[in-house]
């Protein structure tokens, strides 16, 4: 099983990322798919989660109107769009695969700063 970020990177205030996670060695399509994020000394937070058909999506208060989560299915990819960033979103993003097991990748680091 593997789960592979990309996309992050130093964003000045304002700015947008994208988030990319490729899946492999599971069943990408029965698995729902969501985005963590973590800061230097604080609690890993739940940021947007996708159903397995996208379907369903919920987004953290913090995010909405700002993230946009999508997938891909055939493609075995999960996005993250990440607009009007923030100082705050500065964490290390993880995506993760969950059903009756739960997969997590590696994280890529988010940088919001002037």
């Known amino acids: 099983v593997q789960l592979v970020e990309s996309g992050g990177g130093l964003v000045q205030p304002g700015g947008s990322l994208r988030l990319s996670c490729v899946a492999s060695?599971?069943?990408?399509?029965?698995?729902?798919m969501s985005w963590y994020r973590q800061a230097p000394e604080n609690e890993r937070e739940l940021v947007a989660t996708?159903?397995?058909?996208?379907?369903?999506?919920n987004y953290a208060d913090s995010v909405k109107g700002r993230f946009i989560i999508s997938r891909d299915n055939a493609k075995n990819t999960v996005t993250l769009q990440m607009n009007s960033l923030k100082p705050e979103d500065t964490a290390v993003y993880y995506c993760?695969?969950?059903?009756?097991?739960?997969?997590w990748g590696q994280g890529t680091q988010v940088t919001v700063s002037s």
């Open positions: 993760k695969a969950h059903l009756w097991a739960a997969y």
């Open positions: 996708i159903s397995n058909t996208g379907g369903r999506i």
């Open positions: 060695g599971f069943t990408f399509t029965a698995y729902s």
